[in-house]
């Protein structure tokens, strides 16, 4: 049994929240996979996966022209393809047309020249989709972020990688404000360190990690770039004399060897202050994690307070958002899940399982949810990426993780909560 911390993601929000109230003063080509086809996106400066992880696409730019190459390694073929550049001044797709293939066939790969519409090449700030048919099927980004997002296509040697052990693990977080910066920082000296047991959970791939305290539950991940686990950045509302604004958290570890482990919670009120807890862990006795066998059918899901930067947002403002009730689908192959499907939502009907965990879905921002407007007048265009932890079968918690796109971008998270209606 595990003993209770005095601090985790709920009470590091009240923590914060205290603090921040202490500072209110071409052509059409098609080729055999090959290494399953990944070569064929070569020198492709976008880069595009499928939550499924099956489909891959690459968008290589000379000039005004670009050309979009599909690499498919699933088991039928794709839809048509298709890409479309969005407007950031309506808020809407503007489609690309392309000498593009019909299908992409079974283990095959196929590419299509097109012109941008605009005549220019995309900026790295453009938001570009490929759909497949008539399926929202991904986000491209610029090859560099998509290489430090997306392990499971720049896959290195993992012995480059130290894994720690999964089992349960002693925990402890210094919390003195010695470790605060900023002009309005609380100024009295103040020591605390927090201190208990938790649990580990390493996935089979070592790419990411499911870490829980109590009944809280956090996923943590880690690119093909870096030995860090790391959290999402959560957001948290803080009032102040101007009005609400948005702090942070996020969570970060770094393994020494597979029993020990240096980490940080990095902290900012947005009003003045901010601080890099410090944390430490230590490895007590090995465990295999417990596959909750999820329950089918209706489930109810919601979200916290969510944000865009400085713009707050509703869950139905997002019309290709899951809320506020899914269908839930499991497919296991023999004992094992492989992914869930969330009733008929294309965009979000396919979150993977993390092998050797409970975490389904990623945090990759991959599916376009809508167009809202704000307060200031250009719209947003939504994009997002979902992970989900099952913490019984009758409960899953999680994130989604979001990215702005329009005349004035911006980031930001929201905590998601699943509850089983029907039961198993």
């Not at 719209?379 to 993780?401: D, E, F, K, N, R």
Request: charged content about 10%.
């Amino acid at each position: 049994m595990m003993k209770t911390l005095t601090i985790f993601i709920s009470i590091a929000f009240a923590i914060c929240t205290s603090l921040a109230c202490t500072s209110c003063g071409g052509s059409a080509q098609s080729g055999g996979g090959g290494s399953g086809g990944e070569s064929a996106l070569d020198g492709s400066q976008w880069r595009a996966i499928t939550n499924s992880g099956a489909i891959l696409a690459g968008i290589a730019v000379e000039g005004t022209t670009g050309t979009l190459t599909v690499v498919n390694n699933s088991d039928v073929a794709t839809g048509t393809p298709a890409v479309a550049m969005y407007d950031f001044d309506t808020g809407q797709p503007v489609p690309l047309n392309s000498i593009s293939p019909a299908k992409v066939a079974s283990g095959q790969y196929a590419s299509a020249d097109f012109t941008f519409s605009d005549g220019t090449a995309p900026a790295d700030t453009a938001l570009m989709t490929l759909t497949l048919g008539d399926d929202q099927a991904a986000v491209f980004m610029p090859s560099s972020a998509y290489s430090d997002l997306s392990p499971i296509v720049f896959d290195p040697a993992l012995s480059t990688y130290i894994n720690p052990t999964s089992g349960e693990w002693g925990f402890e977080m210094d919390l003195g404000t010695e470790y605060l910066t900023g002009a309005n920082c609380p100024s009295t000296p103040l020591g605390m360190v927090s201190s208990g047991e938790c649990a580990l959970t390493v996935s089979t791939n070592g790419y990411a990690a499911a870490w829980t305290i109590e009944d809280s539950v956090i996923a943590l991940n880690r690119s093909a770039l870096s030995n860090t686990f790391e959290s999402a950045t959560y957001y948290f509302e803080v009032e102040s004399e101007s009005g609400t604004v948005y702090g942070i958290n996020r969570w970060m570890l770094t393994p020494s060897s597979s029993t020990a482990i240096a980490g940080m919670l990095e902290w900012n009120n947005n009003l003045g202050c901010s601080a890099n807890y410090p944390i430490r862990m230590n490895y007590n006795l090995s465990s295999s994690p417990v596959i909750h066998q999820l329950c089918e059918g209706l489930w109810n899901i919601s979200y916290s307070t969510m944000a865009c930067g400085g713009n707050a947002i509703t869950p139905a403002s997002l019309p290709m958002l899951p809320y506020p009730q899914v269908t839930l689908d499991v497919t296991y192959l023999i004992d094992d899940p492989v992914y869930l499907t969330l009733g008929s939502l294309s965009g979000y009907q396919s979150l993977p399982n993390v092998g050797g965990t409970n975490i389904y879905g990623t945090l990759l921002p991959n599916v376009v949810l809508g167009t809202i407007d704000t307060p200031l007048g250009p719209p947003l265009t939504i994009v997002a990426g979902l992970q989900l932890t099952a913490v019984s079968p009758t409960q899953m918690m999680g994130v989604l993780m979001m990215n702005g796109y329009g005349i004035t971008p911006c980031s930001g998270t929201g905590v998601v909560m699943m509850t089983s209606v029907t039961g198993c």
